[in-house]
């Protein structure tokens, strides 16, 4: 469903993402591996838009996303979880959520009733400001705020990043549920080799901008691990 072909993406002179080539099969399960500063956030704002490729395209269901704006996007189905989740501190969570739904030109800014399903401590928090929340529930939220626009592609970056096992578990759950009971394809940016292996079904390792090995979980071997990901 999402072809990523070629790309090539700066910032400023940086050359960052040099011909990253990589299809996203509709629902897929995918993490994305790779030692800190490679392009994994990069590769994931080229897709949402923040930071297009120069060269190369990026295709959704054949319609192409390369230069096409943010809240396009998010009507085509892409929605974004950030790394350091962004959530804005003076907003109520109940504002932050808003904001994702108008972004995405919804009519009704009404929180669809799955999501508090999926994150029932949302509720009690919706009047709470941002900016007081506890990292795991700052993580919730920014999940939460890509969910309330429907996705059918979910782009997370390192979604455990700082947070307790307990609340590592509590994500997981979360994130396999919005994979079989939304039907929505992931694709996530993720340290954690446990979780990876617990949660996704395929695997891309990248290395100075450029996917240099990928195949089904069963195929990350300690080797790969050894040779691409230990610091
Ligand atoms: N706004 C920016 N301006 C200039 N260079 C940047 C910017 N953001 C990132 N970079 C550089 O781009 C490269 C890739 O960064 P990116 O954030 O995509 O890596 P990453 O794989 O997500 O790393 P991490 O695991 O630490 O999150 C790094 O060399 C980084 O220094
Ligand atoms: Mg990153």
Same mark, same amino acid.
């Given at each position: 469903? +999402?072809? %990523?072909?070629?790309?090539?993406?700066?910032?400023?002179?940086?050359?960052i993402l040099h011909d990253l080539s990589l299809t996203i099969p509709e629902g897929a399960m995918i993490s994305v591996l790779g030692r800190n500063g490679v392009g994994k956030s990069t590769l994931l704002r080229s897709i949402i838009g923040l930071n297009p490729p120069r060269r190369g395209s990026i295709t959704l269901n054949g319609r192409d996303l390369t230069r096409m704006s943010g809240h396009r996007r998010a009507r085509l189905g892409v929605a974004y979880v950030p790394q350091g989740r962004e959530i804005i501190a003076d907003m109520t969570v109940a504002q932050n959520l808003e904001v994702a739904m108008f972004a995405k030109g919804m009519r009704s800014t009404k929180v669809p009733d799955f999501v508090y399903d999926l994150f029932p401590m949302i509720r009690p928090l919706m009047g709470r400001r941002g900016g007081v929340l506890s990292g795991g529930q700052q993580q919730?939220?920014? %999940?939460?705020?890509? +969910?309330?626009?429907?996705?059918? +592609?979910?782009?997370?970056?390192?979604?455990?990043?700082? +947070? @307790?096992?307990?609340?590592?578990?509590?994500?997981?759950?979360? %994130?396999?549920?919005?994979h079989t009971e939304r039907n929505c394809s992931i694709l996530l940016v993720e340290q954690n080799l446990f979780f990876v292996?617990?949660?996704?079904?395929?695997?891309? %390792?990248?290395?100075?901008?450029?996917?240099?090995?990928?195949?089904?979980?069963? @195929?990350?071997?300690?080797?790969?691990?050894?040779?691409?990901l230990s610091v």
């Open positions: 469903m +999402l072809e %990523i072909d070629k790309i090539n993406t700066f910032y400023g002179t940086s050359h919730q939220v920014a %999940i939460a705020r890509a +969910l309330v626009q429907e996705p059918d +592609l979910l782009l997370l970056d390192e979604p455990t990043e700082g +947070l @307790q096992p307990s609340v590592v578990e509590e994500i997981d759950q979360i %994130i396999r549920r919005i292996r617990e949660v996704t079904e395929q695997f891309a %390792i990248m290395e100075n901008g450029r996917i240099v090995v990928s195949g089904d979980i069963a @195929q990350l071997t300690d080797d790969l691990v050894a040779a691409h």
